[in-house]
């Protein structure tokens, strides 16, 4: 879900904090990074947070701050969602059987996987490399993904797109789409002879020591995250997606574990797969600055991946300068996501740069959005009070005339309508629902409901008062 974040973030105006200039770098010592992390808590406002720093094999500093639905407070045990985080792992288990010889990456799919055809041709020439570069053709736009979501297993998922197709050539467009990575899963499945989760288990969680991740709940239970709305935390169950056995997004881990996973993708923990496989993961295609689940950072050189859900947050890096491992989980999602501003700040920290101090986005958004909610209900009632006003300025003017005037206040409307369509369109295709826009983005959502309500309320006050209609008042309250 981090696309669309980012466009829900884009449309407001984001303000940054500058390093006050001669600062000192702090040092990259777990009190300072315990420093830094506890002021980032503090300005973000986030409920909880974990976070894990490793270096050569070591994890410098795993812990957590805040607390967590039920009042608990967060540790580096905590369990958290990582949402499309899973990606790399999912990539991992892919590269632990092709090293076995199970699976070839540059085969098609449809050879290795029993079950897997679709309603386009080009599908046949989709390779294992294809998914795990994001690389396949595959496209929300061209899958029904609402049907997906309804699938009771990788097996049924994979069956249901057999009426679906492609957006693009396979290996000609790079396009972030679920679909990549839990056929991926599915496919390990197949190739492996065992179940995702326990495939997972086996091969990758259990010889890395990540003894509280799994891809259940059922296995390891993470409690309720929040949503924001105008600046109040309300915990709410995470919608079900990416919950159980998907590939695309379903781990639930600690910081403690991430230790593990981070420096094994260094080359410096347990080794899962050879040091070229471990490389051929990370190195981006021609097409894009995407590898196998982890993606480069052009500003900064970082090797990442971001996970989004609806009441989780969370990234990793890893930095090819200085060796260095991060991951940041928060239990909370709003219209700013601060996990991956966190983890640039404990980056610039490692390179012996002053980090900035993040927080205030989110605060700033908000009140924003609440300003124009309360605008717009204020405007709504001055329009109804003034409605017969101003059908006595337009009595017997052209229908036509009359309609352009009621445009500008039912344009809010409008755009309610086409909300989940208009976000999905300007995502290049993303599936957006409204279940996930009550989420994350309820304050935006709030904010255009109630201007809509106002004006269709406008509206049809003026059109009585045009046709002659009566709008029935309140009697006022005696006064005391």
Known sequence: ????????????????????????????????????????????????????????????????????????????????????????????????????????????????????????????????????????????????????????????????????????????????????????????????????????????????????????????????????????????????????????????????????????????????IKRQSLETMHAPTAIRDYGMGWGVDGDTGLLTHSGNLFTYNAVEAISPKTGYGFAVMTNSAALQDDTYVIMLGLAAMSEGRTPEQPGGDRQLFELVLAVIAVVAAVLGAVGVLRARRWAAKRAGKPRWRIGLRLVPVLAPAAVLAAYPDLISFLMNGRTVTWAQLTYFAAPMSITLLVAALAGVLVAAVRILRLSGGRVREQPESPRS
């Open 1 to 272: 879900m981090k696309p669309v974040k980012i466009l829900l973030i884009g449309l407001f105006a984001a303000m940054t904090l500058a390093v006050p200039a001669g600062a000192t770098a702090p040092a990259m010592t777990p009190a300072a990074i315990d420093t830094y992390l506890r002021d980032a808590l503090e300005s973000t406002g986030l409920p909880g947070m974990s976070v894990v720093v490793t270096h050569g094999g070591e994890v410098v500093h795993a812990a957590g701050y805040g607390h967590d639905s039920q009042g608990r407070a967060v540790t580096e045990n905590t369990p958290m969602r990582v949402a499309s985080v899973s990606k790399s792992f999912t990539a991992m288990a892919v590269m632990t059987l092709v090293e076995r010889g199970e699976i070839r990456l540059d085969e098609p799919v449809a050879v290795q996987l029993p079950g897997f055809k679709m309603d386009d041709p080009r599908a046949a020439r989709i390779t294992v490399r294809h998914l795990l570069n994001q690389t396949s053709g595959l496209s929300d736009t061209t899958v029904d993904v609402s049907e997906l979501e309804g699938a009771t297993s990788l097996a049924d998922y994979t069956a249901r797109l057999a009426d679906d197709g492609l957006r693009a050539d396979p290996g000609t467009r790079w396009e972030y789409c679920n679909v990549n990575y839990d056929l991926a899963a599915r496919l390990v499945e197949v190739a492996g002879g065992q179940n995702f989760g326990d495939y997972l288990r086996d091969r990758v969680f259990g010889p890395l020591g990540m003894k509280s991740s799994a891809v259940s709940e059922e296995v390891v239970k993470p409690a309720d995250g929040y949503n924001s709305v105008f600046g109040a935390w309300l915990a709410r169950p995470e919608l079900p997606a990416f919950l159980d056995g998907s590939g695309s997004g379903g781990v639930i881990t600690t910081a403690a574990d991430m230790g593990e996973w981070l420096n094994a993708q260094t080359g410096d923990g347990s080794p899962l």
